[in-house]
């Protein structure tokens, strides 16, 4: 049977790293929005004799993951592995100059998005799957974070409640919080940095695959 591991966020960053990580031992479908960038992961992929199968789509558009999700189902019938990497980075601003479309993003990718990818996703991994989740704990309550410090521990939150309620019957849910890394991402929040201080998304990927045996 092909173990088949669902990446949603996989176009770059740690998801991408991940996917690559992940793909001599499951067949990857890979979810974003980027299609240029899903097309290069899959390049790689390739190169390293895995293969993907690639989802160009934006979580939060309910209809196209429920149909993602039951496509999964009707090929394969199961899945082993979710990966869920895929976040909403609004722009630094102080809690009074918030922007109404910025926030609403931010709820809508990274708490909504969650909230509903959990019910279509839970029964495909059955009680032998494992879901992982990666939290940003520095960011909650920290100056200029608002919308993506509350909405991602928000995100956390659910998953939490999720590994709660699943811990005696599966499916596994991990919750893990990687080292800070040279991503976009991160290059976002913190444009003057030294990058060379940070472990780079491959090192986290690998680290974070050890955990899932």
């Given at each position: 049977?092909?173990?088949?591991?669902?990446?949603?966020?996989?176009?770059?960053g740690l998801g991408a790293a991940l996917a690559e990580a992940l793909c001599d031992s499951y067949h990857i479908v890979?979810?974003?929005?980027?299609?240029?960038?899903?097309?290069?992961?899959?390049?790689?992929?390739?190169?390293k004799g895995g293969q993907a199968?690639?989802?160009?789509?934006?979580?939060?558009?309910?209809?196209?993951?429920?149909?993602?999700?039951?496509?999964?189902?009707?090929r394969w019938g199961?899945?082993?592995?979710?990966?869920?990497?895929a976040?909403?980075?609004?722009?630094l601003t102080p809690a009074s100059h918030l922007d109404a479309k910025d926030w609403a993003k931010?709820?809508?990718s990274n708490v909504t998005a969650t909230g509903t990818l959990?019910?279509?996703?839970?029964?495909?991994?059955?009680?032998?799957g494992t879901a992982l989740f990666l939290d940003d704990p520095t960011t909650a309550g920290r100056k200029f974070f608002g919308a993506y410090g509350a909405s991602k521990a928000a995100q956390i939150a659910l998953a939490r409640s999720w590994q709660a309620e699943t811990a005696k019957t599966g499916p596994r849910v991990l919750i893990e919080t990687p080292a800070p890394m040279p991503t976009a991402l991160r290059a976002r929040f913190?444009?003057?940095?030294?990058?060379?201080?940070?472990?780079p998304a491959d090192i986290e990927a690998a680290a974070l695959v050890k955990k899932l045996h």
């Open positions: 049977m092909t173990r088949l591991a669902l990446i949603t966020g996989a176009s770059r890979a979810v974003a929005r980027t299609t240029g960038a899903l097309e290069e992961l899959d390049d790689r992929i390739q190169v199968t690639l989802a160009p789509m934006d979580i939060t558009n309910t209809d196209a993951m429920a149909t993602l999700c039951r496509g999964i189902y009707d199961h899945l082993d592995l979710w990966v869920h990497t976040v909403h980075t609004a722009p931010s709820v809508a959990i019910p279509f996703i839970a029964p495909l991994l059955g009680d032998t913190f444009p003057g940095e030294d990058r060379s201080a940070l472990s």
